[in-house]
């Protein structure tokens, strides 16, 4: 390997000054230690870029090593992010390495700290992850190099704010088959549990064992002597549940080895249980009880409801039982001429069903996840998409070109690249890079970030005066806090409410509808910054977006706020009692902007409460202002 000083003179041969320069100064972000990180990061450390920032929950594991080639044996069960570190710091000692073993949606990694890097790479093999760091990057305006691998195929894109699609301009389907890293040492979702109970449980016992590799004698030369220490421990561990096959105590060593053991493991990395709910171990002697071929029979029998844990536990004994019985025979009909039979999974196996069922549920409990039926889980069962480790080192070099276009700033010059070996035409296939989708749910909002006096701040003061007041919203509009609605129109007990009483803290995301605007969708998204010191005034404050002026000014920008509002419709005559139309007065003329509400009525606001829609037998739909001035009666033709 050449020495740093020479392969930085490479580098300008090859870059120029220039671009070498920045490259040498830029401070980049990649979340992703695996496939493709590993490939990544050895190319961003030898083209000399600054400073690297690794960002990796998961620990490594015994089948990362055919494709992840910065780990190795004895680097089993430790940080991905800070094992990758090390070990490619030795390709370049100029460059800065920081790791982070650390779930990206931890509330460290907020906007502020995503707005110190000049990109961000991704190397990530979930959706949910993927569309979290696109989210950030736009919200801190900061280049993202987007990255994936399934199989063979391969794709890189370059995604800027404002000049190209980005991650979920494009809708996408939820996975069927899932890469064996995400659903080792975190799993989060029920296809987790049972990829992990059909690939590696079922595997482990009655297939072929991956620890099967001969052991490794490193203890008088590593510094990690413990931790090959406790390898050893398991690797004999499970040779001893193994061999034990068909005996009394074989159900027990088994379940308490998966979910007991190691689950205590699992549980001792504290750093990776800080923001989430930790694994609950269970002991097979203090909840496992006995059961009768009856209760197995009438547990088998409805395989559409879900079972509780004794039936599971009752499920997982039995189905492990007649598994032994066919190994057994398997080996005796054998006659020792062939390797010891294994079994796969089938989902029209009954056996192997079972076994898949009882165990993935088992490891949801332990997880805190929601268990499923025997019919779900045959639903769900998918194969696994084998990793490529050429298909991760084309895709990590892609990158890097697509980054020194970044570095330079010319962002409509990068491409889109297909990676696809079995195509027609050719191996790489690229393109323009792809406009913003103007529907996006994503990229086409406009995003602000608000500073909040979390001591004071109501939801009446996010909604009444800031986003009608300052920002021109009407009444009909929406507020969410992800998953959970805190305001419309017709939930407003909780206006009074301080948002913290809400669960809405630093660094959280609230959505806004405009349910007046044509096609009601999210079109504002808040990112909440917290002020550790009290605000003078308002509670609320905006960083990006300037209050709504009451009088026309020229001089102030346009609301970046997408609105496409409802058509006009012709006036029927009736007016608000001061000679001018209803419909129009809440629209400037010809530009389908809100006005604010003292402007739209000449000062004179009107009462803030909704319309009402009163029926009777006579009257098929009369709407009601409930004001002081009067009704407006409007036909309902």
């Known amino acids: 390997m050449a020495p740093s000083k020479y392969r930085d ?108 890097f000049a990109m961000v790479f991704n190397a990530l093999d979930n959706l949910d992850a993927r569309r979290h760091v696109n989210k950030m990057c736009l919200a801190a305006d900061v280049p993202l190099v987007e990255s994936g691998t399934t199989g063979f195929n391969g794709q890189v894109q370059v995604i800027k704010k404002g000049i190209t699609a980005c991650y979920d301009c494009t809708p996408k389907e939820i996975p069927k088959s899932y890469p064996v890293c995400t659903i080792r040492s975190t799993p989060s979702q029920p296809i987790h549990c049972i990829v992990w109970a059909k690939s590696y449980l079922l595997s482990e016992i009655f297939g072929a064992s991956e620890d099967e590799s001969p052991e490794m004698d490193h203890s008088e030369d590593s510094e990690n002597a413990k931790e090959i220490e406790k390898l050893r421990q398991e690797s004999q561990a499970l040779k001893k549940i193994r061999e034990s096959m068909g005996t009394e105590p074989f159900p027990q060593l088994l379940f308490d080895k998966v979910y007991k053991d190691d689950v205590v493991r699992l549980r001792s990395m504290e750093e990776m249980w800080k923001t989430r709910r930790p694994p609950e171990p269970l002991e097979y002697s203090s909840i496992a009880e006995a059961a009768s071929r009856e209760d197995v029979e009438k547990t088998l029998k409805n395989g559409q409801r879900v079972w509780d844990l004794q039936e599971n536990i009752t499920v997982f004994r039995d189905s492990l039982e007649r598994l032994s019985k066919r190994t057994a025979k398997m080996k005796a009909s054998s006659k020792g001429d062939s390797a010891d039979p294994t079994i796969t999974f089938d989902k029209d196996d009954e056996d192997t069903l079972d076994f898949v069922t009882a165990g993935a549920n088992l490891r949801s409990i332990v997880f805190g996840i929601e268990t499923k039926s025997r019919f779900d889980i045959k639903q769900m069962a998918g194969n696994i998409i084998p990793a490529i480790a050429t298909t991760n080192a084309i895709v990590a070099g892609l990158c890097v070109l697509q980054a020194y276009k970044v570095l330079r700033g010319e962002f409509t010059s990068t491409k889109e690249v297909f990676l696809s070996p079995f195509a027609p035409e050719r191996l790489l296939a690229s393109g323009r890079p792809r406009d913003p989708n103007p529907d996006c749910p994503v990229c086409s909002v406009a995003q602000t970030r608000v500073l909040v006096d979390m001591s004071r701040a109501t939801l009446k003061d996010l909604v009444e005066d800031f986003l009608q007041l300052e920002l021109g919203y009407g009444e009909e509009l929406v507020v969410n806090h992800g998953d959970n609605l805190l305001y419309d129109p017709d939930e407003t007990e909780n206006l009074a409410r301080k948002l913290s009483e809400l669960g809405i803290k630093g660094d959280s995301f609230l959505t806004i509808v405009d349910e007046d605007d044509e096609n009601p969708r999210v079109n504002l998204v808040l990112n909440v910054q917290e002020n550790r010191t009290a605000l003078d005034g308002k509670p609320i404050k905006s960083l990006d977006i300037p209050a709504k002026q009451a009088s026309e000014d020229s001089s102030t920008p346009p609301s970046p706020i997408p609105r496409r509002k409802k058509s006009v419709p012709q006036s029927n005559g009736h007016t608000n009692g001061n000679g001018t139309s209803t419909s129009l007065a809440v629209l400037e003329s010809g530009s389908g902007k809100k006005r604010a509400a003292a402007e739209a009525f000449d000062g004179d606001t009107p009462s803030s409460k909704r319309s009402k829609i009163i029926s009777n037998d006579a009257d098929d739909g009369v709407i009601v202002l409930d004001d002081t001035d009067g009704a407006i009666l409007i036909d309902d033709d």
């Not at 961003?44 to 490594?60: K, M, N, Q, R």
């Not at 594991?61 to 044996?73: A, G, T």
């Not at 100029?94 to 907020?110: R, T």
Request: net charge positive; hydrophobic share 45%; with cysteine.
């Open 9 to 116: 003179g490479f580098n300008a041969q090859s870059l120029g000054v220039d671009l070498n320069r920045k490259v040498k100064e830029a401070r980049v972000l990649m979340v992703g230690a695996g496939g493709i990180g590993c490939e990544l990061l050895k190319n961003l450390v030898l083209a000399g870029f600054g400073e690297v920032h690794i960002v990796d929950l998961d620990t490594i594991d015994l089948s990362n090593l055919n494709r992840q080639f910065l780990f190795r044996h004895e680097h089993i069960k430790k940080s991905k992010a800070l094992v990758a570190k090390e070990a490619a710091h030795k390709f370049n000692p100029n460059v800065k390495l920081e790791a982070h073993h650390a779930n990206i949606k931890d509330p460290q990694f907020n906007v502020d700290w995503f707005k110190h």
